[in-house]
């Protein structure tokens, strides 16, 4: 290398320092630069999915920030992008973006935030409840019966009676509320859904379809097979055949269920082994969404009796057993 090209490369070098040592300045320079928000006071949300991409182009459009880039960019470097807590924040005064990251990462709410989501079961639910910091967890101490007296429930075992949704509620608040909304708006779902149902389904009540809607739910996360497998479980329930559906099963092995579902368990009966036992199990065996519980009164008009995974999310159904066979020969072996 020529004396001139070394002399070349270390000016580069140069520059190349110099320029990153005015962005760092720069940058440090906005971090404690009061932001003009106005009108003040306003709020934020910050809802479930918000990462710190979006944070930063949702508090340019809404006229917080001048340049997301820049907010996002000193977000990096500080290494605030997994810290921020959901809810919804109240400015009332000016702030430096240091000061609004701080705000996002101590969570200083005036409404959190609590995500029930369909498919998850009440062991679940649990876990969540008490994950929660500024939700007060007075159903802790509470029996599942207990627990849906206090928020004025028909049933005595909670599993599926929640709606699955986004729950806003007031730093400090009981669990209780939040679960008593939850349970008021899936009664209010499954009634009304409940009063355009099919005709002839094999439903008593709308808390077997309710039983159903949570079997489909956990059936298939493809959302426009949900009328189809249900009209595969409702041909079953009309014909006396078992359901021979495997979350059931899983569901009755509670805790014990390691990931792996052997044939012993297939065979292990509990009051939810849908293999060893007829009809419908005696509760839900999840939180059912709008959509199940849609698909569970309103099936598919199939004469499909038999269905396997295709290994992709969605599934090959049958209308006899030689056609199952050969599909599970063909997917599952």
């Known amino acids: 290398m020529t004396p001139c090209m070394k002399t070349l490369i270390k000016r580069l070098f140069l520059l190349i320092f110099l320029a990153a040592l005015m962005g760092a300045g720069g940058l440090a320079w906005y971090a404690m630069q009061p932001l003009h928000i106005d009108p003040l006071p306003r709020t934020l949300n910050v809802t479930p999915g918000t990462n710190l991409r979006s944070l930063s182009t949702m508090l340019e459009r809404e006229g917080v920030i001048g340049n997301a880039s820049v907010f996002w960019l000193l977000g990096r470097v500080l290494g605030k992008g997994g810290m921020l807590k959901l809810g919804v924040y109240t400015l009332d005064k000016p702030l430096t973006p240091l000061a609004l990251y701080a705000k996002f990462e101590r969570g200083e709410v005036s409404q959190a935030i609590i995500q029930l989501i369909e498919g998850k079961n009440w062991r679940e639910v649990r876990a969540v409840l008490a994950a929660q910091p500024l939700l007060r967890n007075d159903s802790a101490a509470m029996s599942d019966a207990e627990l849906m007296r206090a928020i004025g429930a028909e049933e005595s075992h909670p599993e599926g009676t929640l709606f699955p949704d986004t729950y806003f509620y007031a730093p ?105 036992r007829a009809g419908l199990p005696p509760t839900p065996i999840a939180m059912p969404s709008e959509a199940a519980i849609r698909a569970a009164l309103n099936p598919a008009n199939t004469q499909a009796l038999y269905f396997v995974a295709r290994g992709n999310g969605t599934h090959v159904f049958s209308r006899t057993l030689d056609a199952h066979n050969r599909a599970v020969n063909r997917y599952q072996r």
Do not use: C
Not at 193 to 207: I, K, N, Q, S, V
């Open 172 to 276: 400090h608040t009981s669990d209780l509320d939040v679960l008593r909304r939850a349970y008021r708006l899936q009664r209010d779902k499954l009634q009304a859904a409940w009063e355009l149902r099919a005709p002839g389904l094999p439903y008593r009540t709308p808390y077997e379809a309710l039983i159903m809607a949570s079997i489909v739910e956990k059936e298939t996360g493809a959302a426009f097979e949900r009328p189809e497998i249900a009209g595969v479980f409702i041909n079953r329930l009309r014909l006396g055949m078992r359901l021979q559906t495997d979350p059931t099963v899983i569901y009755g092995l509670g805790e014990r269920f390691d990931g792996n579902l052997r044939r012993a368990d297939l065979q292990r009966d509990t009051p939810y082994n849908t293999y060893t």
